[in-house]
């Protein structure tokens, strides 16, 4: 044979180079033989269609960025003798995609490798540095902090892919683990990255009145920590207006990097943290750290002039842990599973474009604290989901790799984007929280006040916020309520899509055969991720509620603010339901067999009661 034809059989580079070939001998069934032959055809393929033109996107275009890093296998995951590298990452010119090796034993005990493409706008492989995501990321956003756009960049990912390893450094994780290599400048984390270009600009002339305070803190079991002062407990405050304030933390003045670096390291120690079995240094909390710009403006000092927010989430997979684990790691999975999935609603509707006052920030800690950061058209977000390589991490890796798409869709074969753009897309991409849900509703008096609510809103990063403010407002969550939310917390995130690896409905075998077999699949999974979030939402709503008419009941003054509230309240209640309304449809409008009767879903009272939908739309879904 040839040495073409011998690569046609399937005989791997190592087969070739180091071991006898021997004539007729069949292929290597191996899971790591297969999928190194899919590697390679994967690879040639990639290499012949590098340069798509198609799909070249204005920077200032794209509010939300997301990408995928891989990290490299450790050294005791490489070691062992079941190890595979299953995934791909392919980068193109202007988006990147990644391919999930994902095994299967068929029922004759026939194993098969089934291929899962997703895309990204930016993808990076084992050998990629923290510098390389961060000069192609969050560089650029950097000048416009300056110019008062608020930026915030989030980790997430399963425990062990290296959210922290990304944010911090090297030299700041895996200490336990023993890796610890404080000389790798070029794995600096992005806060010490962004923080060294942050003062080269803002020691320019032209800058010199903006000061830089950093603050850090945790957010665990619903509650914040300030990790820079001593885990004091602090607040999450909302005044009349919506802007969020967190009375009692404290903002360290800092003039460089290294000062900062010396800063975050005290805290990082403060930091909950346990052991997973794939990460001595787990993080068992959501960590934010905050760069505040500020400066005069007349005679008020300290205005916030605009921020730069770096999230390192806690591990997307502790939801899971939720049966084995003593109370307090239940109750901590159950409170990361909803603020994860809030979070991950709360963007969605922020990249199909969304009203601000449908958007459901109230469903978990983690979006009322982001709230600042996200609302108007000056916000930025890098979003750095992290995998892990390892065949053993796979069913983690698909659900990190399933959020981040529905965070941001792209079409697996080609990149193109799928979302905001057009009415269709935004149709497809619909959930709980998508607020495009919200056109088929009548226009009601209410409406039109909460539209002026949103242009408010929408230029909030703009308005500048004067530290000095005293504080009147209300508290969202009160101590008391915490506990009774974190029960049924645990409860709503019992199955979460997020932490359940078998969950069904989402299996993507080729961008052919996806859009017939996971249509259906997939409105189930938007139905019950849509119903989880409303449910979430509903959480939220109430704890406001009680909040509300406790304050009102207190001091009958402020029953003018109350009524104003109260509609908001409604509003966004309806939207809710009008949401899960028309999921349930869709639901039903992509089953092709035993469809419900007309008679069997009671859609005059969905009319009576919401207002939200007309029978019109109800026979369009069926038909
Ligand atoms: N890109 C990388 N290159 C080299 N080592 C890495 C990389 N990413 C992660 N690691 C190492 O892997 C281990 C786990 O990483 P890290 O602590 O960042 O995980 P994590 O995602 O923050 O997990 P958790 O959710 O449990 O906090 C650490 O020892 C870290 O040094
Ligand atoms: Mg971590």
Redesign the pocket.
């Known amino acids: 044979k040839s040495f073409d034809d011998r690569t046609d059989t399937g005989a791997s580079a190592d087969q070739m180079t180091n071991k006898v070939f021997v004539h007729g001998m069949p292929d290597d069934t191996s899971w790591s033989a297969q999928v190194s032959r899919l590697r390679e055809a994967n690879e040639v393929e990639h290499s012949e269609q590098l340069y798509n033109e198609g799909h070249v996107v204005d920077e200032e275009e794209m509010p939300i960025r997301v990408i995928v890093r891989k ?2 296998m ?1 050294k005791r995951e490489a070691s062992a003798s079941d190890s595979v590298d299953v995934i791909q990452p392919l980068t193109y010119n202007n988006y990147g995609r990644v391919l999930v090796y994902q095994p299967k034993t068929r029922v004759d005990l026939t194993k098969e490798i089934e291929t899962l493409p997703f895309a990204f706008d930016n993808v990076f492989d ?1 050998v990629s540095s923290n510098l390389d995501i961060y000069d192609s990321t969050v560089r650029n956003l950097i000048p416009g902090v300056f110019d008062g756009k608020w930026a915030s960049v989030f980790a997430y ?10 944010m911090m450094g ?1 030299g700041l ?2 200490k336990k ?1 023993g ?1 610890q290599r404080n000389d790798d400048s070029e794995n600096f984390g992005l806060y010490y990255l962004a923080a060294q270009d942050l003062f080269k600009q803002a020691n320019q002339r032209r800058n010199q009145h903006i000061s830089v305070g950093a603050s850090l803190f945790e957010i665990y079991g619903g509650k914040l920590f300030d990790l820079l002062n001593n885990r004091h407990p602090i607040k999450c405050l909302e005044d009349q207006k919506g802007k969020v304030c967190f009375p009692g933390l404290s903002e360290h003045p800092v003039s460089d990097a290294d000062e900062l670096m010396t800063v975050i390291e005290q805290g990082a120690s403060k930091r909950s943290t346990g052991t ?1 079995s ?2 001595a ?3 068992r909390s959501h960590a934010v750290l905050q760069l505040s710009l500020r400066k005069q403006v007349g005679r008020q000092s300290n205005v916030e002039h605009a921020r730069l927010s770096f999230i ?1 989430l ?2 997307s997979e502790r939801g899971a842990d939720t049966d084995k684990a003593c109370r307090t790691t239940r109750l901590e999975g159950a409170e990361i599973n909803t603020s994860l999935l809030a979070l991950k609603e709360v963007i969605r509707a922020l990249a199909t474009g969304g009203k601000m006052a449908h958007i459901p920030f109230r469903g978990s800690k983690l979006t009322q604290v982001l709230k600042q950061g996200f609302v108007g058209k000056n916000s930025r977000t890098v979003m750095v989901s ?1 995998v892990a390589p390892n065949l053993s991490n796979c069913d983690h890796t698909l659900n990190t790799l399933r959020y981040a798409d529905r965070v941001k869709e792209r079409n697996a074969e080609t990149g193109q984007l799928v979302g905001a753009a057009t009415a269709s897309s935004i149709k497809t991409s619909k959930s709980a929280t998508t607020p495009t849900g919200n056109s088929s509703r009548p226009a009601r008096s209410s409406f039109s006040e909460t539209e002026n609510i949103d242009d408010e809103e929408d230029d909030e990063p703009n308005e500048e916020m004067d530290a000095n403010d005293s504080y009147s407002m209300e508290e969202l969550v009160s101590e008391d309520e915490d506990d009774d939310s974190a029960v049924l917390n645990n409860i709503l995130s019992q199955t979460s899509p997020i932490s359940s690896p078998t969950r069904a409905g989402q299996k993507v075998k080729n961008q052919n055969k996806t859009e017939s077999i996971s249509s259906k699949k997939q409105a189930a999974q938007a139905l019950i991720d849509t119903h989880r979030t409303v449910m979430t939402g509903m959480l939220g709503i109430v704890k406001h509620e009680m909040t509300l008419v406790n304050t009102t009941d207190a001091d009958r003054d402020k029953i003018e603010d109350y009524l104003v509230d109260l509609e908001t309240v409604h509003d966004e209640q309806l939207s809710m339901l009008s949401n899960l309304r028309e999921s349930l449809l869709e639901y039903y409008g992509s089953r092709d067999s035993a469809r419900p009767r007309h008679s069997d879903i009671p859609h005059n009272r969905s009319t009576d009661t919401s207002g939200v939908l007309s029978d019109g739309s109800f026979e369009d879904l069926r038909d």
């Open positions: 990290r490299p450790s084992e990912g399963q425990t062990g892919s290296g959210k922290t390893f990304t090297s994780t895996g683990a890796n997973t794939a990460n240094d787990s993080s390192d806690a591990g992290c």
